[in-house]
Protein backbone atom coordinates (compact mmCIF):
# COMPACT_ATOMS: atom_id res chain seq x y z
CA UNK A 1 0.00 0.00 0.00
CA UNK A 2 1.34 3.33 -0.93
CA UNK A 3 2.21 5.58 1.79
CA UNK A 4 3.70 8.50 -0.28
CA UNK A 5 2.03 9.77 -3.29
CA UNK A 6 4.07 12.12 -5.35
CA UNK A 7 1.53 14.56 -6.98
CA UNK A 8 3.02 16.46 -10.21
CA UNK A 9 1.02 19.54 -11.00
CA UNK A 10 1.37 22.20 -13.58
CA UNK A 11 -1.83 24.21 -12.11
CA UNK A 12 -4.08 23.07 -15.56
CA UNK A 13 -7.60 21.28 -15.76
CA UNK A 14 -5.57 18.14 -16.41
CA UNK A 15 -3.04 17.52 -13.38
CA UNK A 16 -6.41 19.09 -11.24
CA UNK A 17 -8.03 15.66 -11.79
CA UNK A 18 -4.87 14.06 -10.65
CA UNK A 19 -5.00 16.20 -7.54
CA UNK A 20 -8.73 15.57 -6.72
CA UNK A 21 -7.40 11.50 -6.93
CA UNK A 22 -4.41 11.45 -5.72
CA UNK A 23 -5.90 13.30 -2.56
CA UNK A 24 -8.82 10.96 -2.28
CA UNK A 25 -6.38 7.76 -2.71
CA UNK A 26 -4.01 9.43 -0.11
CA UNK A 27 -6.92 9.90 2.31
CA UNK A 28 -8.50 6.63 1.68
CA UNK A 29 -5.51 5.06 2.39
CA UNK A 30 -4.07 6.74 4.79
CA UNK A 31 -0.97 8.51 2.84
CA UNK A 32 0.59 11.07 2.65
CA UNK A 33 1.53 13.46 -0.38
CA UNK A 34 3.87 16.06 -1.83
CA UNK A 35 2.88 17.91 -5.02
CA UNK A 36 5.88 19.09 -7.22
CA UNK A 37 5.93 21.80 -9.48
CA UNK A 38 8.48 22.11 -12.33
CA UNK A 39 10.69 24.77 -13.62
CA UNK A 40 11.78 24.79 -16.50
CA UNK A 41 14.97 26.39 -17.24
CA UNK A 42 14.72 30.49 -18.69
CA UNK A 43 15.78 30.94 -22.21
CA UNK A 44 16.70 34.32 -23.07
CA UNK A 45 14.20 34.64 -26.22
CA UNK A 46 10.91 33.10 -24.27
CA UNK A 47 9.68 34.26 -21.35
CA UNK A 48 6.60 32.23 -19.10
CA UNK A 49 3.30 34.12 -18.25
CA UNK A 50 0.78 32.57 -16.91
CA UNK A 51 1.72 29.08 -18.38
CA UNK A 52 2.25 30.54 -21.72
CA UNK A 53 5.35 31.74 -23.65
CA UNK A 54 6.02 34.94 -24.75
CA UNK A 55 8.35 36.63 -26.18
CA UNK A 56 11.48 38.23 -23.96
CA UNK A 57 11.60 38.95 -20.79
CA UNK A 58 14.58 39.38 -18.09
CA UNK A 59 16.20 36.54 -15.74
CA UNK A 60 14.69 37.94 -13.05
CA UNK A 61 11.20 38.71 -14.42
CA UNK A 62 11.07 34.78 -15.44
CA UNK A 63 11.61 34.04 -11.90
CA UNK A 64 8.95 36.46 -10.37
CA UNK A 65 6.24 34.33 -12.85
CA UNK A 66 7.18 31.18 -12.22
CA UNK A 67 7.74 31.18 -8.70
CA UNK A 68 4.12 33.04 -8.76
CA UNK A 69 3.39 30.18 -10.82
CA UNK A 70 3.95 27.43 -9.02
CA UNK A 71 3.03 29.15 -5.84
CA UNK A 72 -1.06 29.30 -7.26
CA UNK A 73 -0.36 25.98 -8.36
CA UNK A 74 0.64 24.24 -5.04
CA UNK A 75 -1.23 25.77 -3.46
CA UNK A 76 -4.29 23.99 -4.99
CA UNK A 77 -3.12 21.13 -4.21
CA UNK A 78 -2.23 22.04 -0.23
CA UNK A 79 -5.93 23.17 -0.56
CA UNK A 80 -6.88 19.61 -0.97
CA UNK A 81 -4.81 17.68 1.13
CA UNK A 82 -6.30 20.25 3.79
CA UNK A 83 -9.70 20.12 2.95
CA UNK A 84 -8.99 15.93 3.02
CA UNK A 85 -7.15 15.81 6.44
CA UNK A 86 -3.78 14.21 4.22
CA UNK A 87 -0.54 15.37 5.03
CA UNK A 88 0.99 17.63 2.33
CA UNK A 89 4.21 18.95 1.55
CA UNK A 90 5.04 21.12 -1.62
CA UNK A 91 8.15 20.95 -3.88
CA UNK A 92 9.04 23.39 -6.69
CA UNK A 93 12.36 21.96 -8.85
CA UNK A 94 14.04 22.98 -11.71
CA UNK A 95 14.47 20.79 -14.25
CA UNK A 96 14.88 20.94 -18.37
CA UNK A 97 12.37 18.33 -19.01
CA UNK A 98 9.26 18.27 -16.51
CA UNK A 99 9.28 14.20 -16.76
CA UNK A 100 12.65 14.73 -15.37
CA UNK A 101 12.02 16.67 -12.77
CA UNK A 102 9.03 14.40 -11.48
CA UNK A 103 10.88 11.19 -11.31
CA UNK A 104 14.09 12.71 -9.84
CA UNK A 105 11.56 13.96 -6.78
CA UNK A 106 10.12 10.80 -6.87
CA UNK A 107 13.38 9.11 -6.41
CA UNK A 108 14.54 11.44 -3.90
CA UNK A 109 11.74 11.47 -1.36
CA UNK A 110 10.91 8.03 -2.12
CA UNK A 111 7.70 8.15 -3.20
CA UNK A 112 5.68 5.06 -3.60
CA UNK A 113 3.44 6.11 -6.10
CA UNK A 114 2.79 8.83 -8.35
CA UNK A 115 -0.82 10.21 -9.07
CA UNK A 116 -0.81 12.56 -12.33
CA UNK A 117 -3.15 13.68 -14.83
CA UNK A 118 -3.06 13.14 -18.37
CA UNK A 119 -4.84 14.79 -21.44
CA UNK A 120 -5.21 10.87 -22.65
CA UNK A 121 -3.66 11.65 -26.26
CA UNK A 122 -4.02 8.86 -28.26
CA UNK A 123 -3.00 7.63 -31.93
CA UNK A 124 -0.86 10.22 -33.67
CA UNK A 125 -1.69 13.25 -31.71
CA UNK A 126 -0.49 11.39 -28.59
CA UNK A 127 2.92 10.05 -31.21
CA UNK A 128 3.46 13.45 -32.35
CA UNK A 129 3.02 15.61 -29.30
CA UNK A 130 4.14 13.32 -26.67
CA UNK A 131 3.39 13.73 -23.12
CA UNK A 132 4.97 14.39 -19.95
CA UNK A 133 2.93 11.24 -18.25
CA UNK A 134 4.18 9.24 -21.44
CA UNK A 135 7.63 9.94 -20.67
CA UNK A 136 7.33 9.64 -16.87
CA UNK A 137 5.11 6.04 -17.63
CA UNK A 138 8.42 4.85 -19.86
CA UNK A 139 11.03 5.85 -16.92
CA UNK A 140 9.70 5.44 -13.92
CA UNK A 141 10.59 2.76 -11.81
CA UNK A 142 7.68 4.21 -8.96
CA UNK A 143 4.20 2.87 -10.05
CA UNK A 144 2.26 5.82 -11.70
CA UNK A 145 -1.65 6.07 -11.67
CA UNK A 146 -3.03 7.81 -14.40
CA UNK A 147 -6.41 9.66 -14.45
CA UNK A 148 -7.90 10.77 -17.25
Not at 12 to 36: E, P, W
Amino acid sequence: MPKHILIPTDGSRVSARGIRAGVQLAQDLGARVTTVYVIPPWQPAVDFEGGRLAAGATLEVYKQRTQRAARKALAAVKIAAQIARVPCTTKTVHAERPWEGILRTARALRCDLIAMGSHGRGGLAGLFLGSETQRVLANSRIPVLVIR
